[in-house]
């Protein structure tokens, strides 16, 4: 079973930035889209931003868009979550899950149910 690992959290104050990474315990492990997802206290996880194999297309969450950056490694099959401009409202812990096959179209890359395999998740904490 192919384990999906996350790095890059951390604690840090508003406007700071984060990398957060995400790669697969197996370096060719192939999927349709790599995506991020949070989840804070108390809150239901929510999409955060995505990525498809073929065309690497970003899709972005309206709350990050202008301010977080996705994109992939090839050669390293390593998926990166760039975030800027943090602020306390960022901070839950982050998630990133692969979906293997794009059946249902774009549509699905936000919904965390299409998605075949998580990670343990890395936390993000933002302080005023």
């Known amino acids: 079973q192919v384990q999906l690992v996350e790095s890059g959290g951390g604690l840090v104050q508003a406007g700071d930035s984060l990398r957060l990474s995400c790669a697969p315990s197996?370096?060719?492990?192939?999927?349709?889209?790599m995506g991020w997802f949070r989840q804070a206290p108390g809150k239901e996880r929510e999409f955060v931003a995505a990525?498809?194999?073929?065309?690497?297309?970003?899709y972005y969450t309206d709350s990050v868009k202008g301010r977080f950056t996705i994109s992939r490694d090839d050669g390293k099959n390593t998926v990166y979550l760039q975030m800027s401009s943090l602020n306390p409202e960022d901070t839950a812990g982050y998630y990133c899950a692969a979906m293997s096959q794009g059946l249902y179209g774009s549509d699905s890359l936000y919904v965390d149910v299409m998605y075949d395999y998580w990670g343990q998740g890395t936390q993000v904490t933002v302080s005023p």
């Open positions: 990525i498809t194999w073929s065309d690497k297309n970003p």
């Open positions: 197996e370096r060719t492990f192939s999927y349709y889209a």
